[in-house]
Structure formats: structure tokens, C-alpha cells
């Protein structure tokens, strides 16, 4: 995070949490001990918080977990959910809401926010180094997510977790999510990213071809169920919904 903005923040009482093992991405996540001092003032959950008076996007993070409840990622009741980057937990506190695994692993960079995790939820904190899933075994999971993880890091880090993602899901199982694709960029949306994005970290947004990630998953035994677009930041980025081959 550039200087200024951590300054400014500084004066506004924020701390920053910066991650633990970050290998290239935005370094940064938002101030753990704020955003729940604020979102418990407010008198609503930290993923609430963070949508409503943060974001301005009341609702956005239900609605995307409602999409995938309607493709019926959830139906089968996933016994085994691992979620790269789950930061605060909205989209972790909401899938919880829509099923109830006996074993839910996060890899996530920021170490106030990953013990809070456990702490609040329950989940299993994995050691999380950069780009590896190492410490799950192959084929052991039900349903792998991430949400607006891998429009924050470089290329080289979302496709070494690519790799992963196939490797860890079982047979049958799903893999979800979002990349800032082609689809989200036309010429309006670079316009509105180029004059009003990416305050404070230089390395979001970052795209991917949503082509790259359809041909990669489809070499790894993956298919692509289903896709939609989410609001993120000025613009949007598009939830790709993958099956592994049984
Ligand atoms: C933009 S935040 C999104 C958080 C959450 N998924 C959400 O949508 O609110 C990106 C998250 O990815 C985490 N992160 C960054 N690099 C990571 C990495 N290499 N492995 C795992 N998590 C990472 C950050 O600490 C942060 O929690």
C-alpha cells in the first residue's frame, strides 16, 4: 500500500493487517480490529459491514452465494469445503448458511483474519505459502471457492493455485471462482478502472482470459457448468462454476 494511504488510514485509526506470506499480490487487507469494532457498532456482521457501509453494495456477497445456490453448488451438502483467501469471511459466513461441512480448510495470507476465522467459525487454518495447497491431500474436497482473490494477485500466483484447485477437488466435486475476464472489460469498464480504480495498490485489478481458465481446467478434468458476472470495485468480474469429471 502506498505510503499516503497508509498515512491516512494511520490518522483515521486504522491499522493495517498486512499478510503474513503474501507471494505477489496486493499485500495489504483491510484493518482486522476496525472493520469488527465498526461492523459490531453498526450491529452487523463483519461480511454485512463490509458490503453495506464499506463496499456500498448492500446484498452483493448474498447475491453471488444465492447464483451458485440456484446452480445447485450446494445441493449435494458438501462435506469437505476449502476456500483460498477468505479474508473477513462473508462469502465463508454465507456458504456456512447454505450447507454444513464437517471440514471447512481456508488458506489465507492475513493471520488476524485467518484466526478470527477459526476462532468465529471453526475452520481449519492451513499453512498458507504463496500458491500451494500442499498440506490437503488429492481429491479430498467437496466444494474449493475462492471470491475476489485472484483479480489481487499476479498471473503466476492464480495459476499455480489453478493446478492446485483441480488437484485437491474430488471427483464429482466444484470448483468456483472469480476472474476479472474479457467480459468484464469493455471499453467502459477500462475507461471507469483506469480513471477511478486501484486506489492504493498497484496490483489490482488484475485480469485473466476467461479462455486460459476454461482450456486449463478442461485439461485438468475440469468442465465449466456455469458463469456470471459480480460487481467489484468500479466495475465487475466474472464467477466461472467448474465440475471435476467423476
Ligand atoms: C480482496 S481480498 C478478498 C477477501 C474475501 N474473499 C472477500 O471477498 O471479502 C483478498 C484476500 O486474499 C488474501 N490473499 C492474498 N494473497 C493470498 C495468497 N497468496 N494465498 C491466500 N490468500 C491470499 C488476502 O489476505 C485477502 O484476504
Redesign the pocket.
Known amino acids: 500500500m502506498k505510503s499516503g494511504v497508509k498515512r491516512l488510514l494511520g490518522r483515521a485509526g486504522f491499522d493495517i493487517?498486512r499478510?503474513t506470506?503474501?507471494?505477489?499480490?496486493?499485500?495489504d487487507?483491510i484493518p482486522f480490529e476496525a472493520t469488527v469494532r465498526a461492523a459490531r457498532a453498526a450491529g452487523l456482521s463483519v461480511?454485512d459491514y463490509?458490503d453495506e457501509v464499506m463496499n456500498g453494495t448492500p446484498g452483493a456477497?448474498q447475491s453471488t452465494i444465492d447464483e451458485l445456490s440456484a446452480l445447485g453448488v450446494f445441493a449435494a451438502n458438501p462435506n469437505t469445503v476449502l476456500?483460498?483467501?477468505?479474508?473477513?469471511?462473508?462469502?465463508l459466513e454465507k456458504t456456512l448458511k447454505e450447507c454444513s461441512p464437517d471440514r471447512y480448510e481456508i488458506?489465507?495470507?492475513?493471520a488476524p483474519?485467518a484466526n478470527y476465522l477459526v476462532d468465529t467459525f471453526g475452520v481449519v487454518a492451513q499453512p498458507?505459502a504463496?500458491?500451494s495447497l500442499a498440506p490437503t491431500p488429492d481429491g479430498s474436497i467437496d466444494l474449493v471457492q475462492?471470491?475476489?482473490?485472484f483479480n489481487?494477485?499476479t498471473f503466476l500466483?492464480a495459476s499455480r493455485?489453478f493446478f492446485e484447485m483441480a488437484r485437491v477437488t474430488r471427483p464429482g466435486g466444484r470448483i468456483v471462482f472469480d476472474v476479472m475476464t474479457e467480459t468484464c472489460l469493455d471499453p467502459a469498464a477500462v475507461r471507469a478502472w483506469a480513471t477511478q480504480g486501484g486506489a492504493g495498490h498497484d496490483s489490482?485489478p488484475a485480469a485473466m482470459p476467461r479462455r486460459t481458465c476454461v482450456d486449463l481446467f478442461a485439461t485438468l478434468g475440469c468442465s465449466l457448468e456455469a458463469s456470471f458476472l459480480a460487481p467489484m470495485g468500479v466495475a465487475s468480474t466474472e464467477v466461472l462454476v467448474f465440475g471435476k469429471g467423476a
Open positions: 493487517v499478510s506470506n503474501n507471494l505477489g499480490g496486493i499485500d487487507f461480511g463490509i456477497t476456500e483460498i483467501g477468505p479474508g473477513s469471511g462473508r462469502y488458506y489465507e495470507t492475513a483474519w498458507t504463496g500458491s475462492a471470491h475476489k482473490v489481487t494477485v500466483c493455485y489490482y
